[in-house]
């Protein structure tokens, strides 16, 4: 059983481009969290998403940042225009469903902007 | 009210001594108390967790010690060894629909051959 899987693992962009980063949940499992950990840093939540809706996205930035989860494919988490600042590492996490505590966390993708 | 507290920032323990991680929360809505364990570039890992209606809980060399009237909790690495180290982060879990971690900002465990 595969793992939560996101790609990519780094992603470089320049200030003012878009960075798309993926999320494929565990096999099984319908409920997406995406979380940002900046350097030395524990990680901060996000959004979170089930299939075609989003659920709570208290975490995210109010301009440039969305996410979606559609009902076929991955979930993306979308950065348009980005910042210095944006440099992280952008963690996604699953679970079976919203009662399930435990949430697995995927290998993450390391966004540097230049 | 959604601060989760870690301390140490970091700490270094010698192989087969007691490692002790504490952690403080004050959101009194968190039902669901994981430790995770984070190896450099990889993402975190579930270690050990534990609800607040049970004090302590054990599995292997890791205990969670849990202190409700406190508001606190704490992680023991018996006997460490040198794969023991990692960063370590405890989380909240909001109950609720807001399904949502609240991490604390990690210790850097060093376990010294």
């Known amino acids: 059983n595969a793992g939560v899987m996101q790609n990519p693992r780094h992603l470089v962009r320049r200030r003012g481009q878009e960075a798309r980063l993926r999320c494929s949940p565990m096999?099984?499992?319908?409920?997406v969290y995406w979380y940002r950990q900046l350097p030395e840093e524990g990680l901060k939540f996000m959004v979170y998403?089930?299939?075609?809706?989003?659920?709570?996205e208290s975490g995210m930035p109010k301009e440039r940042f969305s996410a979606e989860f559609p009902k076929e494919g991955p979930s993306i988490l979308r950065i348009q225009q980005v910042v210095r600042g944006d440099s992280a590492a952008y963690f996604c996490?699953?679970?079976?469903?919203?009662?399930?505590?435990?949430?697995?966390f995927g290998p993450g993708t390391r966004l540097l902007v230049l | 009210q959604q601060q989760v507290k870690q301390s140490p920032q970091s700490l270094i323990v010698q192989k087969g001594g007691i490692s002790i991680i504490n952690c403080a929360y004050e959101?009194?809505?968190?039902?669901?108390f994981p430790w995770y364990q984070q190896f450099p570039g990889k993402g975190p890992a579930l270690l050990i967790a534990?609800?607040?209606?049970?004090s302590e809980k054990k599995e292997g060399r890791f205990t969670i010690s849990f202190n409700k009237s406190a508001k606190q909790f704490s992680l023991h690495i018996m006997d460490s060894q040198p794969g023991d180290s990692a960063t370590y982060f405890c989380?909240?879990?909001?109950?609720?629909?807001?399904?949502?971690?609240?991490f604390g900002s990690g210790t850097q465990l060093t376990v010294l051959p």
């Open positions: 996490a699953s679970s079976p469903s919203g009662t399930e505590e435990t949430q697995y």
């Open positions: 096999k099984g499992h319908s409920h």
């Open positions: 998403l089930q299939k075609e809706n989003i659920i709570d």
């Open positions: 959101n009194t809505a968190f039902d669901y």
């Open positions: 534990i609800r607040p209606d049970v």
């Open positions: 989380a909240g879990l909001s109950s609720g629909s807001a399904r949502q971690l609240t």
